[in-house]
C-alpha cells in the first residue's frame, strides 16, 4: 500500500464515504490519487456528494470540474456546489427513495428519572421566545419528517412511554394565582398515539385539575377519536403543524394529509375547542408562496377566527448534529439543500428570505389580525418589525401578550 492509499482510507474511514453509490465512490478515489486531495478536502467532497445524491440533483461526477491545478478545480467545485444549494429548490423532477410505506415502530414502558418538564428544548435569549414549558409525555414519534430534530435526540423506531407519568402529572405543584403555557408537542407528536398507556386521560384530569394551565397538543395527525368522544376540558387548544401538498408529500412522510389535518381541527371546532395553527417550517421552493397562499385561504375560507387562538411562523433551522444525521441516512430529502447562514449559532435562510415569506404569510392573514395571536418561532426579535410591524423588547412581554391573548380566547382571567 502506497503512503498517499494509506492517507486516503485513513481521510474516509468516519465519513460518509461508504454510504456513496459505488460509481460516486470509484470516481471520488481516481481523483483523490490523482490530484492528492488533503484529508479535509476529501471530507469536503464526500459531503458534497453526499448532499447531491440525497438532493437528487446531478452527481459529483457531473459537475467536477477539469483543471490542472488542485486550488482552481476545488474552488471551482465550491462554486458549483454552492450555485445549486443556493437555487430555490424544484421538486418537479424530484424523486423519492426509501420512505417508508407504513409506521414500524416498538412501543417501550418504563419508568423514567425526573418528570420531563421545563423549558423549550430551543430557547434562546438570542431569539424571541415565549418561554413555552414543555411536557415529554412521550418521548420519539412515529412519523418521519425530513426536517425533524427529534431523530437526533430519540431511537427514532421506539415509543417511550414513562410508566409513573400519571401520578408524577397529579402530584406536580403548581401555583395557582399564576397563568402556564404547557406543550406536549416538542419530544414527540402530542396526539398520534392517542389514548396509549393512559396518557390522554392524564392530561385531561390534569388540565381540569389546573384551569389556569393552557395546555397545548401539537400534531400532524388526524387522530382525534379521544378528544371526540370526550368532554375536552376549555384549556386545551388542539394545534396543527401545516404545509403545503408538496412539502408533506416529499418531506413529512407519514403523517397525515394537509386535508385530513384540517378536516380534523374543523371537527374539534364545530365541538367547541379552541384550535392553532403552526407553519413551521415554511420551505422555499420553486413557487411557494403561491401555494402556502393556497393553504393560508382554505384556513380563512373554513374557520371563524373566534375558533381560532394562535397561529405561528417559523422556518427551517438546522444544528451540525441535525445535518450529521441526515447525511447519514439511506433517503432523498431537498431540506438541507438551502443557503446556509448563521442564526444564532444555528444555520438558516438568509434574512431576505425570511422577510418575504413571514411577511408574506403574516399579510395573507389579514382578516385575522384582530381576533387571533400571529407570532414568530424562534427568530430573533428585529425580524417581527420587518415582517409583522411591530417587536415585543423582551421574550417576558411576549409571553405576557402571548398568554393573555389565549386566556382571553378560552374564556379565563390572565393570571400574572
Known amino acids: 500500500m502506497n503512503s498517499y492509499e494509506q492517507k486516503f482510507n485513513t481521510a474516509i474511514a468516519n465519513t460518509f464515504f461508504q454510504k456513496l453509490p459505488l460509481n460516486d465512490q470509484n470516481f471520488i478515489k481516481e481523483q ?14 464526500i459531503n458534497i456528494a453526499r448532499d447531491l445524491e440525497m438532493w437528487d440533483e446531478p452527481r459529483i461526477a457531473e459537475i467536477f470540474p477539469s483543471h490542472p491545478q488542485k486550488k482552481v478545480l476545488f474552488k471551482k467545485l465550491r462554486t458549483t456546489y454552492e450555485s445549486i444549494r443556493n437555487t430555490p429548490n424544484s421538486y418537479a423532477n424530484f424523486t423519492l427513495k426509501n420512505i417508508p410505506k407504513e409506521q414500524k415502530y416498538t412501543f417501550k414502558t418504563e419508568t423514567k428519572e425526573g418528570f420531563g418538564l421545563g423549558l423549550c428544548p430551543v430557547a434562546s ?4 421566545c415565549c418561554n413555552l414549558l414543555t411536557l415529554d409525555a412521550v418521548e420519539s414519534c412515529g412519523f418521519d419528517c425530513s426536517y425533524c430534530s427529534i431523530q437526533s435526540f430519540y431511537n427514532q423506531n421506539t415509543i417511550t412511554f414513562d410508566t409513573s407519568f400519571k401520578d408524577k402529572l397529579l402530584n406536580l405543584n403548581l401555583d395557582v394565582n399564576k397563568t402556564y403555557h404547557i406543550g406536549t408537542g416538542q419530544a414527540s407528536d402530542s396526539l398520534m398515539f392517542g389514548n396509549r ?19 397545548e397538543f401539537k400534531t400532524k395527525s388526524d387522530n382525534i377519536k379521544y378528544l371526540l368522544e370526550n368532554d375536552v376540558p376549555s384549556n386545551i387548544l388542539c ?6 401538498p408538496t412539502i408533506v408529500e416529499n418531506e413529512e412522510h407519514l403523517t397525515a394529509s394537509l386535508d385530513k389535518r384540517i378536516n380534523a381541527a374543523r371537527k374539534l371546532a364545530d365541538k367547541g375547542v379552541k384550535v392553532g395553527f403552526h407553519f413551521h417550517p415554511i420551505v422555499e421552493y420553486a413557487g411557494y408562496l403561491d401555494e402556502y397562499q393556497t393553504v393560508y385561504e382554505k384556513l380563512i375560507l ?3 377566527p373566534s375558533e381560532v387562538a394562535l397561529v405561528s411562523f417559523g422556518t427551517l433551522t438546522f444544528i451540525k448534529p441535525v445535518i450529521k444525521q441526515l447525511r447519514s441516512r439511506e433517503f432523498r430529502s431537498k431540506i438541507t439543500q438551502i443557503p446556509h447562514e448563521d442564526a444564532s449559532g444555528k444555520t438558516s ?32 426579535h428585529e425580524l417581527w418589525s420587518k415582517t409583522f410591524g411591530y417587536q415585543y423588547a423582551t421574550n417576558n412581554d411576549f ?5 393573555g391573548a389565549y386566556a382571553k380566547k378560552i374564556g379565563q382571567n390572565y393570571l400574572i
Open 125 to 128: 435569549e438570542k431569539t424571541r
Open 197 to 215: 398507556e393512559g396518557i390522554l386521560d392524564a392530561l385531561f384530569d390534569f388540565a381540569r385539575k389546573y384551569p389556569n394551565v393552557i395546555l
Open 239 to 244: 394545534t396543527w403543524s401545516l404545509n403545503t
Open 32 to 45: 483523490a490519487f490523482e490530484y492528492k486531495f488533503s484529508h479535509q478536502e476529501l471530507q469536503q467532497i
Open 399 to 403: 409571553e405576557h401578550a402571548m398568554l
Open 349 to 380: 435562510y438568509p434574512e431576505s428570505t425570511k422577510i418575504e415569506m413571514f411577511k408574506h404569510a403574516y399579510e395573507s392573514f389579514k382578516p385575522w389580525h384582530k381576533d387571533v395571536f400571529f407570532y414568530l418561532c424562534m427568530e430573533p
Open 302 to 304: 373554513k374557520f371563524d
